[in-house]
């Protein structure tokens, strides 16, 4: 993407965050980037540190307990990390959006669900509330819901529509980036291809970029464009998802390739990643993966790997290639 303008660029993001137990390291030394109209796949175990960077990004890290250490993160030329709470509720809504994991508490029960998204057109537009309520039909239609239950209340929708309906409001204000954080997580399986294809369909429509959270690999390969692979709080694979798919290389998506039933071959067992992700409060010394890695060596116990360049667009944090290329960027 060198000769692309970059969207979204982050550069050795650090969040923490002050517990009871110590500190909690949630986000370490995350770089990546995404282009316009791009999707990135963000993949990873439980507590990588996915919904951290999400909320990072959008200006949400609590604080306290939590806390943006280092790093910077600019969006389309803007420093989002140091920008006034003026200049970013502009942003939030108008720019980005966010479509959070659970649709049954990402809208107000109180209140209609054309209300809820009129209110985001008019909290960034100047326009009327005729229009404002045109807008907001157009946009359930948009989504497969029917004008008429525009007057409808939450409780009377599905999971399914509800996440409809969050959708409709993501796309209000037709941002340039959309956050989906895993979005048929709480939805039924039968909804969830039908959730992920609307989505699919509306950012090629609007043209709009999208961070898509996932644990779901088969999703990344049929709606992303590139894969950032996390482990335990930073970017261990960054790559296109042909070429992550042709040819994954650091140890950790070798396993997680590995752990995924296939249908062309009778296996009794799938292969596992033996061992569990280091606790958040805990500091690995050396490479983060290495206490689970079975190719380990002894330079991986020491010495945190650079981030190497196997190819022009596909980058790996690992030793194995650091000693075979004899380069990498130890950040």
Same mark, same amino acid.
């Given at each position: ?71 910077? /993160? +600019?969006? &389309? ?5 140091? @920008?006034? =709470? !003026? ?5 939030? %809504? ?118 898509? /959270? +996932?644990? &779901? ?5 049929? @709606?992303? =464009? !590139? ?5 335990? %709080? ?98």
């Amino acid at each position: 993407m060198e000769n692309e303008k970059k969207l979204l660029e982050i550069k050795d993001l650090c969040v923490t965050y002050k517990t009871e137990d110590g500190t909690c390291y949630a986000v370490n030394n995350l770089n990546l980037e995404i282009g316009n109209q791009e999707t990135l796949g963000f993949v990873g175990e439980t507590g990588a540190g996915k919904t951290t960077t999400a909320m990072a990004i959008m200006g949400l890290i609590p604080t306290p307990p939590g806390k943006i250490t280092n790093g910077s /993160i +600019t969006f &389309d030329g803007r420093d989002l990390i140091h @920008i006034s =709470d !003026k200049d970013r509720r502009k942003i939030l %809504g108008e720019e980005i959006s966010m479509i959070f994991q659970d649709p049954m508490t990402s809208l107000n029960p109180t209140m209609r669900v054309a209300d809820q998204i009129m209110e985001m057109i008019q909290l960034h537009k100047e326009i009327s509330k005729k229009d404002a309520y045109e807008e907001a039909c157009q946009l359930l239609e948009l989504v497969g819901i029917k004008r008429e239950r525009a007057a409808d209340y939450p409780h009377q929708f599905s999971g399914g529509m509800k996440q409809r309906v969050v959708i409709a409001i993501a796309l209000a204000c037709r941002p340039k980036l959309i956050i989906a954080d895993e979005p048929t997580t709480a939805l039924d399986v039968t909804i969830q291809a039908q959730v992920m294809e609307l989505i699919k369909e509306l950012k090629e429509k609007f043209g709009t970029s999208m961070i898509l /959270i +996932t644990h &779901d690999l088969g999703i990344v390969a049929e @709606i992303c =464009d !590139k894969v950032a692979i996390m482990y335990a %709080g930073g970017v261990v694979e960054y790559a296109p998802v042909k070429e992550i798919y042709d040819k994954p290389s650091h140890p950790y998506t070798i396993g997680l390739f590995n752990s995924i039933p296939k249908l062309d071959t009778e296996e009794e067992w799938l292969e596992e990643i033996h061992g569990l992700p280091p606790e958040p409060t805990e500091k690995v010394e050396g490479c983060i993966f290495h206490p689970r890695c079975p190719k380990c060596m002894e330079i991986c116990k020491k010495k945190q790997p650079g981030l190497v360049n196997i190819s022009p667009t596909h980058s790996v944090r690992c030793f194995l290639y650091e000693n075979a290329n004899g380069e990498g960027d130890a950040k």
